[in-house]
């Protein structure tokens, strides 16, 4: 069974473009999520999308945004990146999102912010 | 609020000696714990987890955890180290019953394991 793909694998952006990044979860995973990891703030929340359905949504600006699409398939866009933005995205999924399921994590996207 | 706390952002060890990642919590409610390893250029890793039952959980490549309620901790544990174990770990909770959907994760302690 194919993990959990990410894409693109890097991205090199300017302050004030966009950006969007792609998640293809595990195969019957319905629950995506996604992470912020940097090395002054560890891991971050971002939000939770289940049945396109976003269920939680971590302390961002509105800049960061997602969607969910009907396959399970989630995107996840940045508007008028900042330095700070700079950072690895990582996708999770899992079958429900429940309490107790463990994460399966994609490799990330490192987004660079020039 | 859920919260995690890795006291230590780095562990260093001989290889074949003992291991030991700490990690404490912080919740309302009770627990689910985890613990996650992330190797260079690399997605995090699922090792064990924490629901309920007994307080030694046995995870993936040797490792184990023990859940100790009035400590608030689960310290990540291996008995004999090996180069291979040389990753970033890091430990996470989920608060029951709040189901919100995210895990909270510790700031990540880095394992040197030196031959």
């Known amino acids: 069974k194919a993990g959990v793909t990410q894409t693109p694998r890097y991205l090199i952006k300017t302050r004030g473009q966009q950006v969007t990044l792609s998640c293809s979860p595990i195969?019957?995973?319905?629950?995506v999520s996604w992470y912020q990891q940097t090395p002054g703030q560890g891991l971050q929340f971002l939000f939770e999308y289940f049945s396109e359905t976003q269920r939680n949504k971590g302390n961002f600006p509105g800049r960061f945004s997602g969607r969910q699409f009907s396959n399970s398939r989630s995107e996840m866009n940045v508007s008028t990146l900042e330095l700070g933005d700079s950072a690895l995205y990582l996708c999770a999924s899992s079958l429900e999102g429940d309490t107790n399921e463990k994460l399966f994590f994609g490799s990330g996207t490192q987004l660079s912010v020039l | 609020a859920q919260s995690v706390a890795q006291p230590e952002d780095q562990v260093n060890v001989a290889e074949g000696n003992p291991l030991t990642v700490k990690c404490t919590y912080s919740?309302?409610?009770?627990?689910?714990l985890f613990w996650y390893v992330q190797y260079p250029n690399r997605g995090l890793q699922f090792l064990l987890k924490y629901i309920t039952g007994d307080n030694l959980v046995k995870g993936s490549y040797g490792f184990e955890a023990e859940f100790n309620k009035s400590q608030t901790s689960f310290h990540l544990k291996k008995p004999s180290a090996l180069v291979s174990d040389s990753a970033l770990y890091f430990c996470a909770v989920r608060e029951v019953p709040a189901n919100d959907y995210k895990l909270s994760f510790g700031a990540g302690t880095t394992v040197t394991v030196r031959a």
């Open positions: 919740v309302s409610g009770n627990p689910y």
């Open positions: 195969s019957g995973h319905r629950s």
